[in-house]
């Protein structure tokens, strides 16, 4: 069975800190693997990974994948309370779309 | 654009009523989906679609059903409304699913 796992399950930084969230991953045939944001309401999308090593950067966020090690990273620099959100994690393979719990971010300030 | 639009946005059904949850799409995406989100268990997949009039099960299809008669609709229905099928839904549409989806502003559901 396809499984995503992402830690930490929740996290409280102060602004201005820098956050790395990780999602590992057991999935067959893997295709992709995706982040996304959830505020109040719908998941937004943040960046969508498929080679191994590739960093995606988009302003103060950034995420890498890691094939080998079946995992990814997604950092976020000089965090505001803005950034506060569930950080979600899914990946796509034999199993469509499984996605991992969230990490849900708090960031005080 | 409208993007992906889900009607209603809440509902309150009794033990064993039926309703019908509808989610339009105006990006002429192929792939449609339904998810579930309760607390602590992210998004979970009900049904997809991958083009008009196809449907499939995702993980937790048990006690729903869903048609695409139109490519930029997709249904989702409860027949007889269980307590355990109080949660958030949400739609999304997108490419396929090794790409961005776009989803819906979610219905949040309570069966009593």
């Known amino acids: 069975e396809d499984k995503v796992v992402q830690s930490p399950l929740s996290l409280v930084v102060h602004e201005g800190d820098t956050v790395t969230l990780n999602c590992s991953y057991e999935?067959?045939?893997?295709?992709?693997l995706l982040w996304y944001k959830q505020e109040k309401k719908a998941p937004t999308f943040l960046f969508m990974l498929?080679?191994?090593?590739i960093e995606k950067k988009s302003g103060r966020l950034s995420s890498i994948l890691d094939k080998k090690e079946l995992s990814s990273i997604l950092n976020i620099t000089a965090t505001q309370t803005g950034d506060s959100a569930i950080y979600l994690c899914?990946?796509?393979?034999?199993?469509?779309?499984?996605f991992g719990k969230g990490t849900r971010l708090s960031v005080i300030a | 654009n409208a993007g992906v639009t889900q009607t209603p946005k809440f509902r309150v059904l009794k033990t064993g009523q039926s309703m019908t949850l509808l989610c339009a799409q105006d990006?002429?995406?192929?792939?449609m989906y339904w998810y579930r989100q309760d607390p602590g268990m992210g998004l979970r997949l009900i049904h997809y679609s991958v083009g008009e009039g196809t449907t499939a099960k995702g993980e937790v299809p048990d006690g729903y059903n869903v048609s695409r008669l139109k490519k930029q609709n997709f249904l989702l229905g409860l027949e007889s409304a269980a307590p355990s099928q109080t949660s958030v839904y949400f739609c999304?549409?997108?490419?396929?699913?090794?790409?961005?989806?776009?989803f819906g502003p979610g219905t949040r559901l309570t069966v009593t």
């Open positions: 999935v067959t045939n893997f295709r992709s």
């Open positions: 999304a549409s997108g490419w396929g699913d090794s790409y961005e989806q776009y």
């Open positions: 899914v990946t796509s393979g034999n199993t469509p779309l499984v």
């Open positions: 990006m002429n995406h192929e792939y």
């Open positions: 498929t080679s191994s090593g």
